[in-house]
């Protein structure tokens, strides 16, 4: 008889995976839980131009809408990573029975550590690989659409009960990462992905025009 979940789609997992495949030891963690909410923030500044600095409010109306220079903030992603043996001890595996989630944990650590950087030919000019001690570049996997360079920037541990050798059996891991930018393969797809979404979007938006009134030039008071 067929399950009743038979037909469900495919659970994808979120993960951080390791830029530099030649590190070692390779650090790479797939959450065992998705995290519930995401947080990401996106800012930018529009400094004013020299001539009109301390004069901001007084704008020219013909000026109001024109091109202007911004200044992008680099984007931040806040999440928190559940980590928990249970399952793992209960089908019996040594190693979750002898350290918990000290394996996983300890990966997570050491992405907000600095280590030497590796020569790798793709990345190296990707992400500024070079002789210096630099916590690692990441990829955050959240999807097929989303492939986002990053580093850690944050980390908040909160670990919840331990086994005989004081290794914890469960954790929280609240992480902060940084998205970086400098036009590698990764975020050239992710942005790719975006723009397709976006166009998918306008597909059943009203056109502007339908949407902005009309607004007479010049109301007379």
Known sequence: MTGG????????KGALVDADPAADPQLTVSFQFNPVTL??????????????????ESTPEDQSLEVQ???????????DIRLDATDALEQGDPVAAEFGVLPALSALELMITPRPE???????????????????VMIFVWG????????????????????????????IVGVTLRVLG????FQRHTLAQRTQMAALNARGTP??????????RDVQG
Do not use: C, H, W
Not at 144 to 169: D, F, H, K
Not at 182 to 185: D, L, P
């Open 182 to 185: 400098g036009g590698n393969q």
């Open 118 to 136: 590796t020569p790798l030919g793709g990345f190296s000019t990707d992400f500024g690989f070079g002789q210096r001690l630099v916590t690692p």
């Open 39 to 56: 947080t990401r923030r996106k800012s930018l500044r529009i400094p004013a131009p020299p001539s009109r600095r301390g004069r901001e």
């Open 5 to 12: 979940l038979s037909n469900q789609p495919q659970l994808l």
């Open 207 to 216: 056109d502007a025009t339908s949407i902005i009134p009309d607004v007479p």
């Open 144 to 171: 097929r659409q989303r492939l986002i360079p990053v580093r850690l920037t944050q980390m908040n541990i909160e670990e919840v009960e331990y086994n005989a050798n004081l290794s914890p059996s469960r954790a």
């Open 69 to 79: 220079i911004t200044v992008t903030e680099p984007e931040t992603i806040s999440m």
